[in-house]
């Protein structure tokens, strides 16, 4: 197994030789982006328990791993689980990638309202976004990889790098988006390692209305490594409703990234669920930039066995009269391990900032580990922000008070740990994806 110095060679010399090709196929100021953050990532190397954000996780099983490009011919195998991926709720659209390329075989587009904007990034570059609306060259210039700081985070190097494909959503001014636009990133590994590179972009103009679905799910069987990039610029009084759902096998790993920009008075709202991967990272940064911006974040996370899931969140208050809420529960069994790093920064023109962050952890088994860190950094004087972490095992009184009324013992735990895990649940809108996610964790617990 090659070295971490071996493999990030490895990645530098994987570069060069695309972007020999890349560099006629794409603009130039796309291939800018990509040459910066490439030099990034070869002044950044991979992260260590050195670095302060990476203290808790390892990401030495990544780093040490011979990941290979997927091939298009992949696509195949990947039938069967995208055609159970599909809900059968209505959708505005639904677009499909398999290993990071664009599927429109399994991509439906048909139902696009009028004013949203939609399809697959190769295309957008290419001006061919398929709802009839034309995608100008320059307006993908002014926000493609504009508020991703590749420059300090190695896989947001790597992704923007890297990336083939992916997702372009734009909303038009004053559009209300009726029904989800479903994102469906589907990882199919076969004999050897395959790394594959999502991206995603949503602008909502100003006023305009929209709900975002992300899934990340994969086979059965395989290694794989998502490495997903996310972007969301919130125009003025706009609102998104974002769900990020992940589900990958047990023998995979998954690092995303995940950067929102709000102007004034706009409303963001974000619900992560993470279920799959033996080795899962999410970062989720927000900058609330306006005077009332509001932005919620929610988080689920479940994990058991030997699996590792760490979630990092910021949430930057630049301008006054914001709020922003945190709401992050973890259920860990077997030898799980999880982190939970929460920071608020309230910068000193940010006054009446208003903002509250909470982490709460179930620990099921002797052997599951947390570690929490809520944090608070605060510059202005008039403001109010709390913040707490919790950590517990299960209730033997409330396990008793069950089992005193007739309910079975494991049947209690299962309804003690489902209300823990309810608190995040019922804040999901969507009856499809709270259906999902309730169906997973049902599965898991039994």
Not at 49 to 70: G, L, M
Not at 84 to 110: C, D, H, M
Not at 277 to 289: E, I, K, P, T
Not at 422 to 435: Q, S
Request: proline share 4%; hydrophobic share 40%; with cysteine.
């Amino acid at each position: 197994m090659p070295d971490v110095m071996e493999q990030h060679e490895t990645y530098l010399a994987s570069f060069r030789e695309r972007n020999a090709a890349l560099d006629e196929r794409e603009p130039g100021w796309l291939t800018a982006i990509r040459r910066e953050a490439i030099e990034a990532f070869a002044d950044l190397g991979f992260p260590t328990v050195h670095d302060e954000d990476w203290r808790y996780t390892n990401v030495a099983p990544i780093t040490r791993t011979p990941f290979q490009t997927a091939r298009p011919e992949s696509i195949h195998c990947a039938v069967e689980l995208i055609e159970t991926t599909y809900w059968k709720e209505p959708a505005a659209a639904r677009l499909v990638f398999i290993n990071g390329r664009y599927s429109p075989q399994f991509s439906v587009l048909s139902n696009a309202a009028r004013g949203l904007e939609v399809g697959s990034l190769a295309s957008a570059l290419k001006g061919e976004i398929k709802s009839g609306l034309a995608a100008s060259d320059g307006w993908l210039q002014v926000f493609l990889g504009r508020s991703v700081d590749y420059r300090r985070h190695a896989f947001a190097a790597l992704n923007t790098a890297f990336w083939e494909d992916g997702a372009y959503l734009r909303v038009r001014k004053g559009v209300v988006v009726a029904e989800p636009v479903h994102l469906v990133f589907v990882s199919a590994a076969g004999k050897e390692p395959l790394v594959s590179y999502p991206r995603t972009l949503v602008v909502m103009e100003r006023d305009s209305e929209a709900t975002v679905i992300e899934s990340y799910v994969g086979l059965e069987d395989g290694v794989c490594f998502s490495n997903a990039v996310s972007e969301f610029v919130v125009a003025e009084n706009a609102k998104l409703d974002h769900y990020r759902l992940q589900k990958e096998n047990s023998s995979s790993y998954h690092v995303g990234v995940q950067q929102v920009y709000q102007g004034h008075s706009a409303q963001f709202s974000s619900n992560s669920v993470a279920f799959g991967g033996v080795l899962v990272r999410n970062d989720v940064n927000a900058v609330l930039d306006a005077e009332g911006a509001e932005c919620t974040l929610n988080g689920l996370y479940l994990a058991g066995a030997k699996q590792h899931i760490d979630n990092h969140t910021s949430i930057e208050h630049a301008r006054p009269h914001g709020s922003s809420r945190q709401h992050y529960n973890g259920i860990l069994d077997g030898e799980s391990s999880a982190v939970f790093n929460g920071r608020i920064l309230v910068q000193p023109n940010a006054q009446k900032t208003d903002a509250i962050q909470k982490n709460r952890n179930l620990l099921l088994s002797a052997d599951s580990t947390i570690d929490t860190k809520p944090q608070l950094e605060i510059y202005a004087d008039d403001v109010r922000c709390t913040h707490g972490a919790t950590i517990g095992q299960m209730d033997p009184e409330a396990l008793f008070y069950l089992c005193s009324r007739g309910v079975g013992r494991e049947q209690a735990r299962e309804m003690l740990i489902y209300a823990f895990a309810a608190e995040i649940l019922d804040r999901m809108k969507p009856r499809a994806v709270r259906a999902w996610a309730e169906s997973v964790l049902r599965s898991r617990l039994s």
